[in-house]
């Protein structure tokens, strides 16, 4: 078994950061530091570390569905002492964000320790929908609506992907839009709307394929149905 996969299902992190691991020099195989990615690992009888720490295959993966709340990271520990979602999850598992949301983000927000599916479903590649709810203030022209839909230049210029937007509702000067993205660049959506001079001053994440955030209050969170996790697996 390759060694990124090995960590992976071993509910370390995902493929692509078990890679990482591996480049700076954070993992032994049998008490000697491995730095290829392409290293073979025997799951009987080979004893792989991170950091020090021995890891084991994982035989019953966990899946659980948050509602992120605002004010909080993505990552299991902040450099600057911010709140994380690891404090509004209870669990006696070490568990990683399949994808992420900035700080000022809220929404639907998946854990799990299944590596191999997480690097599926953020792997741009595959183009998994994500739905999100967007609010800006002042309406957008439609020739700049039809820029996003298109792929609009970020301010790295790179290209973003085909989008769908569709405005929902409007309330004042506040106008609603239905987003839905492919791909999973950093603030991607923030990002898509500054590129036409508009600011995001509300996003939420609403669902990821037809898995929706439904029944959950900010800050909680729920395991995933059988259902669902044969859902994702099949996506």
């Not at 950061?17 to 799951?43: M, Q």
């Not at 399949?98 to 700080?103: F, I, N, P």
């Amino acid at each position: 078994m390759r060694i990124n996969k090995y960590i992976a299902s071993s509910g370390v992190t995902s493929r692509r950061n078990a890679d990482k691991l591996v480049t700076e020099g954070r993992v032994k195989v049998n008490g000697k530091t491995v730095t290829e990615l392409g290293f073979d690992v025997n799951e009987n009888n080979d004893t792989v570390s991170v950091d020090g720490k021995k890891i084991a295959l994982i035989n019953k993966y966990t899946y659980i569905m948050m509602y992120k709340p605002k004010g909080c990271v993505c990552s299991a520990n902040d450099e600057c002492g911010r709140k994380t979602v690891f404090d509004y999850v209870d669990i006696d598992k070490r568990l990683f964000t399949v994808g992420r949301l900035d700080y000022d983000s809220e929404g639907l927000l998946l854990l799990t320790n299944d590596g191999a599916l997480a690097q599926y479903i953020t792997h741009p590649g595959n183009e998994i929908p994500k739905s999100y709810l967007v609010k800006v203030e002042g309406d957008i022209p439609e020739a700049d609506l039809a820029r996003l839909r298109k792929g609009v230049k970020l301010d790295d210029g790179s290209l973003t992907a085909r989008a769908k937007v569709r405005l929902k509702e409007i309330a004042g000067n506040v106008y609603s839009y239905d987003v839905t993205i492919f791909e999973g660049k950093n603030r991607e959506i923030r990002r898509m709307f500054e590129a036409i001079g508009k600011e995001v001053i509300f996003l939420k994440r609403v669902a990821v394929g037809d898995l929706r955030l439904g029944g959950l209050s900010r800050g909680t969170y729920r395991y995933l149905t059988d259902k669902e996790i044969d859902y994702l697996k099949n996506l």
